[in-house]
Structures are given as C-alpha cells and as structure tokens.
C-alpha cells in the first residue's frame, strides 16, 4: 500500500505567532534571491522556502501563491527605495548643488549595492512583458524616473533643457548605479575588484557625481 503524508491539521484563525510573524522578513529576501537568480517560472515555493529558512506552509500562510509573494517582495523591496529617494528630494537644494549631486550619487551607489536583487528581477520582467511587466513599469519605474527628472530640475533650475537632458541622465545615472553589483563576477575576473568593498562604492560615487555635473554643465567629465 502506497503511503500518503498525513493531511496538515487546519490553519487556526487569527494572527500567527510571534515566530510566524518573524519569517515573513525572511521570506520576502529569501525569494528576491530566488526570483533574482531564476526567475518567476524558474523559482519555486519549496527553494524559496528552503532559502529562508521555514516550512513551506508558513509561505502559503502569509502570501497564499507564488504571484503574490512575487509581488509582495517586490513591493516590500522597491517601496524601501522609492522612500529614501524620495526622502532625499525633498532635501535637495538645502546645500550647493554639487554638494548635493555628490550625495545623490552616493544614495544611488549604496542602494545599488543593498539592493541587486531587486534590479535583476526589473531586468527580467521588463525584458519578457506582461502583467507582472506592466506593474513595475507603471507602479514604479516611471514614478521612479519622474522623481529623479524632478531632483534633477532642482538641481539645475535655470537650465530650460534640463527635462530633455533627464532622459539621457537618469537612465545613465541608474545604470552605472546598479550595474556594478549586477555584475559582481564579471568585474572581480576582469579587475580583480570587490564592488561591494567600501572602497569601490566609495569610488563608484565619485565616478556617477563626476558623470552628473558633466551630463548637467555640458563639460566633459575628466
């Protein structure tokens, strides 16, 4: 006779535990790892699971499907950059513009390298179309891209083809922000570099903030 695992005893109702709670952290990193590495088709509930540490049934409790923990995460990751993005418009023009170009780019440079997961998933998703596609574009990628065109205005008020100039920029600025990290191995085969190393990033703002004031001034950058 064939054994059957034993049915899961019924969810109870109400709030999991403190512990339930506690891995829904983990849950959500674990599977912008997954996600990242083998996108939505390719990443299952039961790595994702393994990735963070918990029982498969603990991920069908908090997010139900693997569409929604899709969402979720990315939600969850791309709400965090989002804020501090736009945490940082707001205080632009309190200091000299270059000033604040070279925090921008240092903000931009640290998020990249806290954040190459959520960039990889970006990639992928964009690159294949569809709903999931259609979501980051308009939830997030162009609010993104009109938030950066609005710090760049302040930052460059008198110039009238700063709007056009954004759309050479912004995208230049994002790339050479987060491409690095994307492409770790790449970059410590071919340079012998650690681009999550403090001296990297460190080196990597000042590159982006050169580029900037030049793209912004039209100079050549060195």
């Known amino acids: 006779m064939t054994e059957v695992d034993p049915p899961l005893p019924p969810r109870k109702r109400g709030r999991p535990p403190a512990s339930a709670e506690a891995g829904r952290d983990q849950i959500q990193h674990a599977a912008l790892i997954e996600f990242a590495r083998l996108g939505f088709e390719g990443a299952t509930i039961d790595q994702i699971a393994a990735k963070a540490g918990v029982a498969k049934p603990l991920v069908h409790y908090h997010f139900g499907s693997k569409a929604n923990l899709w969402k979720a995460a990315v939600a969850a990751a791309f709400e965090t ?29 640290r998020l990249g390298a806290e954040r190459p997961h959520l960039v990889h998933i970006a990639i992928d998703e964009t690159r294949q179309g569809g709903d999931r596609s259609d979501w980051l574009r308009d939830t997030y990628l162009v609010p993104m891209h009109q938030i950066m065109t609005q710090v760049l205005s302040v930052l460059a008020p008198h110039d009238p083809d700063i709007r056009a100039k954004a759309s050479h920029i912004v995208p230049a600025i994002f790339g050479a922000a987060n491409f690095a990290f994307i492409d770790k191995d790449v970059l410590k085969r071919a340079y012998g570099v650690d681009v999550f190393s403090e001296t990297y990033v460190k080196q990597q703002t000042r590159i982006i903030a050169m580029l900037m004031q030049a793209c912004m001034h039209n100079e050549q950058p060195w």
């Open 81 to 109: 950059f989002r804020t501090e993005v736009i945490i940082f418009s707001t205080q632009v023009g309190s200091q000299e513009p270059d000033a604040s170009l070279e925090v921008f780019a240092e903000r931009l440079v």
